[in-house]
């Protein structure tokens, strides 16, 4: 690395050492926040203000991550891969989004419709796309379709909204079947789709918009206000699709994510990384 410019003592200039500690700093209180306590999941919010929120699972509580408004208004999915938070967008992109204020960059253009679900699983990045008014499972790693106009048993099109990994599969939640959806679990491998809700039952949650799975459990997110629960955080019991309220923040979530134990050591290590030029620095003073 050789883009710092050295004054002639041999030290850096004070204005990037003091740059620098406060990127160091402002890392390792992100790091901190996301692995305080029981928050272990993130939202990403649509309307006047979008912006990222940490949310307790225990009581739907959210707290703003950057300044209101900071976020990409278009993000309509979240996932963690490697340490990075990806998202889904409503114009058809993949971008990263920076935990320190919530900004995002774009990875790659899928074009076409909007990218409603974005999962990790087995190594592999997936995305659903809507394709003009039905869903295709992509691969978002090699921009592969795995399933192409994803159906029910019953040969009904999928209106799927979030997409989490959950026991060696991909679940989704059907926006328009059943009494606020269904919820189906999809197989990237055997390219199965198979309908998890209880007969005769829905989800309940108009607006599903994220799903998230967080040590063992299901959590849902919603963005539609005449929810009659209210916009807020919800379990969802997987064997039955069930869903009950645990808290509601009034919040329109395009996205939901769980923190994984692995990405807070990988945010750990990045804030590490930023740490050790200082220390080289001070070495050479």
């Not at 700093?25 to 203000?49: D, K």
């Amino acid at each position: 690395m050789h883009f710092l410019t050295h004054a002639p003592s041999g030290n850096p200039p004070i204005g990037l050492r003091r740059a620098a500690v406060t990127l160091g700093l402002s890392l390792a209180v992100a790091v901190a926040g996301l692995a305080a306590g029981a928050q272990g999941l993130i939202a990403a919010t649509q309307g006047a203000t979008p912006s990222l929120y940490t949310l307790n699972p225990t009581s739907g509580a959210a707290t703003r991550i950057g300044a209101p408004g900071a976020l990409n208004a278009q993000i309509s999915a979240l996932t963690f891969d490697g340490g990075l938070l990806f998202g889904g967008t409503l114009d058809g992109n993949l971008v990263t989004i920076s935990l320190t204020d919530g900004t995002s960059q774009v990875t790659k253009s899928f074009g076409g419709g909007p990218i409603y679900g974005v999962a990790a699983l087995n190594g592999a990045l997936y995305g659903l796309q809507d394709n003009a008014g039905s869903e295709n499972l992509l691969n978002l790693s090699t921009g592969a379709v795995v399933i192409a106009g994803v159906q029910d048993g019953s040969g009904n099109t999928l209106a799927g909204r979030g997409l989490t990994a959950y026991k060696g599969q991909l679940l989704t939640a059907d926006a328009g079947l059943g009494a606020g959806g269904d919820l189906f679990a999809l197989d990237p491998t055997a390219f199965t789709v198979v309908d998890l809700t209880a007969a005769g039952t829905g989800l309940g949650v108009n607006g599903l918009s994220g799903l998230a799975a967080l040590d063992g459990a299901l959590y849902a997110s919603d963005n539609d206000p005449s929810t009659p629960s209210g916009l807020g955080l919800y379990s969802v019991d997987p064997g039955t699709a069930a869903t009950s309220l645990i808290g509601a923040n009034g919040l329109r979530v395009g996205g939901l994510a769980a923190v994984p134990e692995p990405g807070v050591i990988g945010l750990g290590l990045a804030a590490l990384a930023c740490a050790l030029p200082l220390r080289r620095l001070r070495r050479r003073a």
